[in-house]
């Protein structure tokens, strides 16, 4: 079956200090990850994705990810943390059992960036 | 342009009555799913339009829960004879294709009292 796992419920960081935020995968074939970030009382915003190229992916925020096929990973991470990046992410890897599309998300991180 | 929006953004109710959600997709997407997420947990799929092909109902709960979509446009996710468990923000995402990135909207809170 396929799944992803975030290991850490929440990850605590300080102004300015590079951060990183955990994501590991398991799937059956090629696997296309996502990170998505949820503000207090708002829906899921897209940060970036990885579905073939280069392993080193930029996406919105200054947010960037690095994939990893052999430790079948997929972190999040930013050189310089702002308090705004507090928020809920979540990564999500594409179900590749249909032809549905349907995302299977891992069970979120909180990031809290203190001042 | 506009994004995915839904309506309404809250919704209290009593068990045992019914509900209705309402999502509006990005102009032109195929490509609709609702998500459901638990107060501290993850996102579940529920259910997948795509087109007019015929919906992928495998992650409706129970037969309590329906969807429907006309064409490209509008859906609604109707749930009967509320439950407390059924309390949830419901999450509406659509995209170009099922093959493409999925944007989503706001999200309906639901309460059941």
């Known amino acids: 079956a396929q799944s992803v796992a975030q290991p850490e419920d929440q990850v605590n960081v300080a102004e300015g200090n590079p951060l990183t935020v955990k994501c590991t995968y398991s799937?059956?074939?090629?696997?296309?990850l996502f990170w998505y970030v949820q503000y207090p009382n708002r829906g899921l915003q897209f940060l970036l994705k990885?579905?073939?190229?280069?392993?080193l992916v930029k996406g919105s925020y200054g947010f960037e990810a690095e994939f990893n096929k052999s430790q079948t990973s997929f972190h999040l991470k930013k050189p310089s943390a702002l308090v705004s990046d507090s928020a809920l992410y979540f990564c999500?890897?594409?179900?590749?059992?249909?032809?549905?599309?349907?995302?299977?998300f891992g069970q979120g991180t909180t990031l809290q960036v203190k001042p | 342009g506009a994004g995915v929006s839904q309506s309404p953004s809250n919704k209290v109710t009593e068990k045992g009555k019914d509900v209705e959600l309402r999502c509006d997709p990005i102009?032109?997407?195929?490509?609709l799913y609702w998500y459901r997420q638990r107060l501290g947990q993850g996102l579940e799929f529920l259910i997948y339009f795509q087109g007019n092909s015929a919906p992928d109902k495998s992650g409706l709960p129970s037969d309590r829960f329906s969807a429907e979509r006309t064409g490209e446009s509008v859906s609604t996710l109707t749930i009967q004879r509320t439950q407390q468990e059924d309390s949830a923000v419901y999450l509406c995402?659509?995209?170009?294709?099922?093959?493409?990135?999925?944007?989503f909207g706001p999200g309906t809170r639901l309460l059941v009292l």
């Open positions: 799937v059956s074939g090629n696997p296309y």
């Open positions: 999500a890897v594409r179900d590749l059992s249909g032809n549905t599309g349907k995302l299977i």
């Open positions: 102009s032109g997407h195929t490509a």
């Open positions: 995402a659509s995209s170009l294709t099922a093959k493409e990135t999925q944007y």
């Open positions: 990885y579905i073939t190229g280069d392993n």
